[in-house]
C-alpha cells in the first residue's frame, strides 16, 4: 500500500505539471481541453472500479470465498467518488464546449446510471439485518449492473452521441501528440495505483471489521 501511494503521487505529479502547464492548448478547444487529464482518468477509474467490484462480488457467491465481499464492499464507495469526479468534470467542460452543464447524451445518461448503481449496492448492503444476506444481494446486483460497464464505453459508438470518441483507448494509433498523451497516460496510471492502494487500506478496514470478534483479530489487536 505505501509503494501504491508513492507510485501515484509522482505519476499524478508530473502528469499534472506536464499537462496543466507544459501540454499545448488545443487547436479548437484551447486550454479547457486540460480537464481531460482529470476527467478522463476518473471516468476510467469509475469503470474498472465497477468492474472490480462486480468480479470480487462473483467470486465470492461461486466460490463463496469471504474476502471477495469484502473486496466489492471496499470498492464501492471508491468507484462512486470516480464516477461522481467524472460527471462533474465532464460536466464543468460541458458548459464551454456544448453551452450546457447537462445533456441527455448516451455516455452521461449511462455514467449517470453508473452512479445510481453504485449507491444501489452500497444501500442494499446496508438495508439487510444479516450481514450475509446483504452480502449476497448487492454482489448480485453488482453482477446484474455490470452490463452497464460496455454500454458506457461503447455508447459513442452505438449511439449518436455529443461525446467525443476515444483518442486512447482504441484500435491504431493514438490520435492525440505525445506531448498531450504522455501526461494524460501518467494520469491514468496514477489513478490506478491510487485505486490499488485505497483499495488496499479499505480492504483492510473491511476485514477487520467483519472479523472483529475473531481471535486472530483481538491478537493482533494486544500485539
Known sequence: MPWFFVVAA????????????????DYQQGDAFRIIYV????????????STMAFAGAVALIWRIKVGYAVAAAAAPIGA???????????LWGRPMWGTYWAWDPRLTSELILLFL????????????????GDRASALLGI??????PIVHFSVYWWNSLHQGGTVMRLGKPEMPGSMLWPLLAMLCGFMFFFGAVLCMRV???????ERQATWVREAVQA
Open 10 to 25: 509522482g505519476m499524478i505529479g508530473y502528469g499534472l505539471v506536464d499537462g496543466l502547464v507544459f501540454a499545448p492548448p
Open 39 to 50: 476527467h478522463a482518468p476518473s471516468a476510467w477509474l469509475s469503470l474498472f472500479s465497477y
Open 81 to 91: 467518488s470516480f464516477t461522481l469526479a467524472a460527471l462533474v468534470t465532464g460536466s
Open 118 to 133: 453504485y449507491f444501489g449496492v452500497i444501500s442494499l448492503r446496508q438495508a439487510f439485518e444479516d450481514p450475509a444476506r
Open 144 to 149: 446484474v449492473g455490470f452490463v452497464n460497464v
Open 204 to 210: 483492510r478496514g473491511e476485514i477487520l471489521l467483519r
